[in-house]
């Protein structure tokens, strides 16, 4: 095992991606964010120092932070964020898993900014877990684009009668590049000449097979990715690696990571282009300027053309706004799912419109905010699980017995649920939202054991369900070898049913992954083996970040 050691200096920078000047906030000036590769078992040492106005944190997406919670980087839960001229060292070793993750801004949707980057980890077997073998492994970063900065989106999306219309991106960008016609945006400064701007090229070697780590580093689009005339082979889910199933097209909701593997044999021509296309059904009112599809030329080592003439597959591109269906992706280490649950949540996730006429994001009836005084884990050690009668441990008794909102502490604000030991939880999530929500648990893998339309099969459905009303759905499940992610979407008015094994100490942020829904308050926490976890110590570099001056805690309206 090795030490990786890296030095970050995280700026503000005025930077076209696609020929129009933005304001962005980039590491190093570089955009996408530098690549972080390691082999499992390595230590990540990144030094952050924070030159831009605003303050900031870096989240390392999928990272278990195993013994690490104070290094997961997220503002409002493990640290204070790190102020304006301030400095950080994160630390924390890779073990027990592998694939492909990223990291990004954890303050606000500073991700959009142009704060992410890839993590790929490479596992002890990686080449016998991967079942289709390969000769080069790249990685191809989706994001959606804007031409402003989110602080400043993140103002109008959050006015009052704002009614949940998300921001919606000017385009999409490949590997950070794009190009627009500079004539369709009159009113910005743009150079869509310089050597950043383009559509990007991928050469690859004749006869040889390819991975393609891709990964959705955007704020809110769906994609639906594709590579003319090449049929794709999935072989790994968000660091799970899965037995090979070949496609023509995914869908990666935000956050999400594919491993694929494509090869040239089956192809005429020597030229393809790849498309990743944003859904625009999930887009309120697009405005004209808007271009779904980011282009990038998949081109052979002899390729001649310059322009691909490769043609969409011909099968109609199916354009609902929702995670794809992934039953058919079954892991490669075979795990059978815990037979049963020692407490199952039942979570509702909406958007209301509330107090001030504002638009807040909802799991049951919490909208998450960060606390104006301390991150959560800081308030752990003060003792918070002991002095607050309203924020108890769950008694793991069963089905039944530990439902959510009595769990809560200021369930107005914040929805923080507690277990202690290592217990087996259920999250029963029913959305009753018109939005698609790609869910992310830090910290852990959960199991994706069933989703659906409209509400769940219960006997009854109610703030209160115990195990008779849960039967219908518990029948059903298949728990031999279910799928193991990070992130997957409980679809507009739909549910979902994820299984974790909260075994992991620490405070762990469960959000939507649209970067504007967590931020209007569609999160909340889990506090794993809560008991352990207020006897451990916090290191001082992690609490001397509120005692930054001008620090401001509070980062949500
Ligand atoms: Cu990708 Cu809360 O993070």
Redesign the pocket.
Known sequence: AQHREYTWTIRDHVHNPDGIYRPMILVNNQFPGPIIEVNEGDTIVVHVENRAVNATSI?W?GMYQNGTNHMDG?TGVTQCPIAPGQHFTYEFTVSGQSGSYWW?G?VGVQTSDGLHGPLIVHGHNEKALQKVQYDTDRVILLSDHYHDLSSALLWQYLMPDMENAEPVPVGALINGKGVRDCSDFPDRRCDNTTTNVGVPRITLDHNKSHRLRIINVGAFAEFKFQIDEHVMAVTEVDGTDVHPVSYHRLNINP?QRYSVVISSDVTSGDAFWMRARMITTCFTDPPKTMQADALAVVAYEDAKVSDPTSKDWEERLEQECRDMNTTDLVPVEAMVAPSEPDAVYYLRSNFEIGAYRLSRGFFNQSSWRPSADLPTLHRVMEGLTTENETFQASSGDGVGSTFVNDQAFDTKRELVLQTTGVQVVDLLVSNFDDGNHPL?L?GYKYSVLAQGHGYPPLTHVGAAIDKASLAPLYETLDLSNPLRRDTASVEAFGWILLRVIMDNLGVW?F?C?VSWHAEAGLMMQFLTRSDELATTTIPQANLNLCNAPGIMRGMGP
């Open positions: 989240h997406h997220t990004h954890h956050a992310h830090h942020a959000h992954h």
